[in-house]
């Protein structure tokens, strides 16, 4: 069964760093496309950053500059650094990655970004 495990959320002030990882563990087929999304309350799910098997990448204009998303493939794991951190940044934060065609989400992380 197809896992998916966040972790790194939690507590920062503005101005910030945190950085999240999330690990694929469950499945013989390699991971394609893995991304993070973000809900803040009374809001829809948005796209943050995603990233390639090969390395492409593409981010929200939100967050450019300011977050990196990268992965390794050897460990099937995705990771967003997250800089210079903004109240604005305060969500849940989830994984996302495609196994042979098929979507999977994790359960998601909390970050808050508050002084």
């Known amino acids: 069964q197809v896992q998916l495990v966040e972790s790194g959320g939690g507590l920062v002030q503005p101005g910030g760093s945190l950085r999240l990882s999330c690990a694929a563990s469950?499945?013989?087929?390699?991971?394609?496309?893995m991304a993070w999304y973000r809900q803040a309350p009374g809001m829809q799910r948005e796209l943050v950053a995603a990233i390639t098997r090969g390395g492409s990448t593409n981010y929200a204009d939100s967050v450019k500059g300011r977050f990196t998303i990268s992965r390794d493939n050897t460990e099937n794991t995705v990771y967003l650094q997250m800089n210079s951190l903004k109240p604005e940044d305060t969500a849940v934060y989830y994984c996302?990655?495609?196994?042979?065609?098929?979507?999977?989400w994790g359960k998601g992380t909390l970050v808050t970004v508050s002084s």
């Open positions: 996302h990655a495609v196994i042979n065609v098929i979507p999977y």
């Open positions: 469950g499945s013989r087929f390699g991971v394609s496309t």
